[in-house]
């Protein structure tokens, strides 16, 4: 299995809801990566686990609260977002570890409207 | 610090033509390169990437990229394009004090025309 999986593709939501997004790996990659893409711009990075301890948090607002329960899931929880959330939410996976940590695999993304 | 410019936005070009995205990066420490492609509505696959070893890289579908230090660019090319590769662009930079984050350019948006 080499690749990265993401659900749901789609999502819909209210600010006022609570919702998930879920990424899962079973390549043995022990880092995993959430980022944020705005139409026409590139991936912005949000959170970082390593060996499923939480490295970098690049300063996203704390209605978005990461959650990684073992070394293949990695979860996002929403709540209370803004329209302006509305973006491609991207997963990524590396092996966390030497030369090959830099072979980014990534989703196909959670497409998330916020109405 | 580092940073990543691609320095066209957009870039149409016929069919069968050759063509070459720009990127050029700016670093303190030695770098990994890494050239990206989004068709649309999906996520980014990886096309080529620079690590160590020889400075010019090939992907399966024909493009390939050289790394240049004294110029710090690591343009994309493919001598020939088909309507397929109609798609974005992004050309990536790492380094080993990164933590594996990986930083993108603003992406080049490729057009095909037949």
């Known amino acids: 299995d080499t690749e990265v999986t993401q659900t749901p593709k789609h999502l819909v939501m209210g600010m006022t809801n609570k919702k998930s997004l879920k990424c899962e790996q079973h390549?043995?990659?022990?880092?995993m990566y959430w980022y944020k893409q705005k139409a026409k711009k590139p991936p912005e990075l949000m959170f970082v686990?390593?060996?499923?301890?939480?490295?970098i948090n690049e300063s996203v607002p704390s209605r978005f609260s990461p959650e990684c329960p073992n070394s293949s899931l990695l979860n996002l929880h929403l709540h209370a977002l803004q329209p302006e959330d509305s973006a491609l939410y991207l997963c990524?996976?590396?092996?966390?570890?030497?030369?090959?940590?830099?072979?980014?695999?990534f989703g196909s993304g959670t497409r998330l409207t916020v109405v | 610090a580092q940073s990543v410019t691609q320095l066209d936005s957009q870039v149409p070009v016929f069919e069968e033509a050759p063509v070459e995205l720009r990127c050029n990066y700016s670093?303190?420490?030695?770098?990994?390169l890494f050239w990206y492609v989004q068709y649309p509505n999906q996520g980014l696959q990886l096309l080529l990437k620079?690590?160590?070893?020889?400075?010019l890289v090939e992907s399966i579908n024909g493009f390939e990229a050289e790394f240049n230090k004294s110029q710090t660019s690591f343009h994309l090319r493919k001598p020939s394009v088909h309507i397929s590769d109609t798609a974005e662009y992004f050309c990536?930079?790492?380094?080993?004090?990164?933590?594996?984050?990986?930083?993108f350019g603003q992406g080049t948006e490729l057009s095909v025309k037949p």
């Open positions: 686990y390593s060996y499923e301890k939480l490295s």
């Open positions: 620079y690590l160590s070893g020889s400075t």
């Open positions: 670093s303190s420490v030695s770098v990994y």
């Open positions: 390549m043995g990659h022990r880092a």
């Open positions: 990524a996976s590396t092996s966390g570890r030497g030369r090959s940590n830099y072979g980014y695999t």
């Open positions: 990536a930079v790492s380094s080993y004090n990164q933590g594996g984050k990986l930083i």
